[in-house]
């Protein structure tokens, strides 16, 4: 135990105050909060790119459709921008009408014009020219003004009132789809989607970084036989333990500062936006009881070991770090498997093809807790899914064990695929 200890402690005590764990551990957050928060503060500014007074509505409906849309764009009639020029023109005047404008809009004296008229009134087709391009948000402010004054005119056509007919067409519908917890507490699903997605990707990234960082010690650690005087002092398989665990260690140490500055940057994101000025609705973090934290370590610390042992068994084969590389392509494979089907989970995650995948062990320690942030698991799937995971990843650390006891010392040597099946059923 002294022995596992201390080979824990040097991989743990060795990367922890490694420069690049501190630069990765920072450099994470920084990442996630520019990618969280970048986006809606350039849309939100890009929005404001166009400017609706630098804009002329020609209308040629006769219904008066170009004032109500340019006052709808322009904020209402309580705003304080200017709306948009309206140019009322007949068929007649139509044609030097749009000349005149597309005249004005290559010398830059707008920035463009929208066209209204008889075929805007019946199919709801309205055409905008630019000179520049325009952020998609506008447009579809425009096409939501230009849909209400529609509705609105059609509504009044069939003998509404006005004011009823302005409510109408402003009337707005949203579903909000909530989920009942086990406890009876309710959860918004599309932040358990979040969420779930969310856990799935991490987990997925640490298991991946963390399973090569092994695979490239093994490696390193026989090229440079440096394994021949540890091995004179300690078991190898005591060894391998304390390296996988000493690695596991640091890989949730930084998840776990990952995952504390995800929550405080969502929990704070309303706070944070109306600092930069720009407003925004604070995203409501899903309930997350202790028996679910429990899962999604239990997942991960499990998954890692599994993949883990696997990539140690690639790296004690290898002669070299360059075979290493090639030679763990299968075990990406197993992961990015995983990955390829996580859409197919999403828009089922109670069907078949996602349910067994939380019960296999290659895929269950990114598949289950996705399940776990959209559904209700059974219980039953749980047991059984954490079971047989847990077995595997036992069963996988023995056999890696014993290859890597067997084929650290080998050099100029590559193992056939007979030899090392034969180290693996030799697990004592």
């Known amino acids: 135990m002294d022995k596992l200890m201390a080979v824990i402690g040097r991989e743990f005590g060795e990367r922890v105050r490694s420069k690049w764990f501190v630069l990765t551990t920072l450099?994470?957050?920084?990442?996630?909060?520019?990618?969280?928060?970048?986006?809606?503060?350039?849309?939100?500014?890009?929005?404001?790119?166009?400017?609706?007074?630098?804009?002329?509505?020609?209308?040629?409906t006769g219904t008066g459709l170009g004032n109500a849309v340019a006052v709808d764009v322009g904020g209402g009639v309580r705003a304080t921008a200017t709306p948009p020029l309206v140019l009322v023109a007949t068929r007649e005047q139509i044609d030097s009408v749009v000349a005149l404008q597309r005249a004005s809009l290559m010398s830059g004296a707008i920035a463009g014009y929208l066209i209204l008229d008889t075929v805007t009134t019946a199919g709801g087709t309205a055409r905008l020219v630019l000179r520049d391009g325009?952020?998609?948000?506008?447009?579809?402010?425009?096409?939501?003004s230009l849909a209400r004054q529609l509705q609105r005119a059609r509504l009044i056509s069939l003998g509404v009132t006005d004011e009823n007919a302005d409510q109408l067409a402003r009337l707005t519908v949203a579903v909000q789809t909530v989920r009942l917890g086990g406890d009876g507490g309710e959860a918004s699903t599309r932040?358990?989607?979040?969420?779930?997605?969310?856990?799935?990707i991490l987990l997925y990234i640490a298991i991946v970084l963390y399973g090569q960082i092994v695979l490239r010690s093994v490696t390193e650690e026989k090229q440079s036989r440096v394994s021949e005087v540890v091995l004179a002092s300690v078991?190898?398989?005591?060894?391998?333990?304390?390296?996988?665990?000493?690695?596991?260690?640091?890989?949730?140490?930084?998840?776990?500062?990952?995952?504390?500055?995800?929550?405080t940057i969502?929990?704070?994101?309303?706070?944070?936006?109306?600092?930069l000025g720009v407003q925004a609705v604070s995203v409501p973090l899903p309930p997350i009881s202790g028996e679910s934290?429990?899962?999604l370590v239990a997942y991960f610390l499990l998954g890692y070991a599994l993949y883990a042992a696997l990539f140690a068994i690639v790296g004690s084969i290898a002669t070299s770090e360059q075979e290493a590389q090639q030679a763990q392509t299968p075990v990406i494979m197993l992961l990015v498997s995983s990955?390829?089907?996580?859409?197919?989970?999403?828009g089922n995650p109670n069907g078949s093809i996602a349910q067994w995948l939380s019960l296999i062990p290659f895929s269950s320690p990114i598949m289950m807790p996705l399940r776990m942030g959209l559904i209700n698991v059974s219980t039953s799937d749980l047991v059984v899914s954490i079971g047989v995971l847990g077995l595997t990843a036992v069963l996988a650390l023995l056999m890696a064990g014993q290859v890597y006891r067997t084929?650290?010392?080998?050099?100029g040597k590559r193992p056939s695929l007979r030899e090392i099946a034969r180290w693996m059923r030799e697990v004592d």
């Open 134 to 144: 325009v952020p998609g948000a506008f447009t579809e402010r425009l096409e939501a």
């Open 339 to 346: 990955m390829a089907l996580l859409q197919t989970a999403i």
């Open 293 to 295: 934290i429990v899962l």
């Open 407 to 411: 084929a650290l010392l080998m050099y």
């Open 191 to 200: 932040v358990n989607l979040i969420f779930g997605f969310g856990v799935a």
């Open 266 to 275: 969502l929990a704070n994101r309303a706070a944070i936006f109306a600092k």
């Open 27 to 60: 450099f994470g957050p920084l990442l996630l909060a520019g990618l969280l928060l970048l986006p809606p503060w350039i849309a939100a500014r890009t929005n404001a790119s166009i400017d609706p007074s630098s804009l002329v509505f020609i209308d040629q």
């Open 235 to 263: 078991p190898a398989r005591i060894l391998l333990a304390g390296k996988i665990i000493g690695i596991g260690g640091v890989a949730l140490l930084q998840l776990g500062l990952w995952t504390a500055a995800v929550v």
